[in-house]
Nanobody
């Protein structure tokens, strides 16, 4: 059974930082591209950042320079370091695991991030 469990969300003031974690089980983690997506109220889910099995990463323009995605294959965990947070970063953040060659795709349950003073 595949599980992606996010943690690290919460309430933070503008300009603050949070680090999200996503622990995966039931998959061969190193073979998956891992991603972070977010969905704000009334908006569609959007890509925030993703990292390939080889460690290459890309980011949405809205978070480039502020967020950093990383992975630790020994811990089956992907991280999202979020700095200089803005109110518009408020959303539910979801972890995603995608094995491109087989089109296997899994989602976590999400973690709430609220940026407010």
């Amino acid at each position: 059974q595949v599980q992606l469990v996010e943690s690290g969300g919460g309430l933070v003031q503008p300009g603050g930082s949070l680090r999200l974690s996503c622990a995966a089980s039931g998959i061969t983690f190193s073979g998956y591209r891992m991603g972070w997506y977010r969905q704000a109220p009334g908006k569609q889910r959007e890509l925030v950042a993703r990292i390939s099995s080889g460690g290459d990463s890309d980011y949405s323009d809205s978070v480039k320079g502020r967020f950093t995605i990383s992975r630790d294959n020994s811990k089956n965990t992907v991280y999202l370091q979020m700095n200089s947070l803005k109110p518009e970063d408020t959303a539910i953040y979801y972890c995603n695991a995608h094995r491109v060659v087989t089109a296997d795709l899994y989602w976590g349950q999400g973690t709430q991030v609220t940026v407010s003073s």
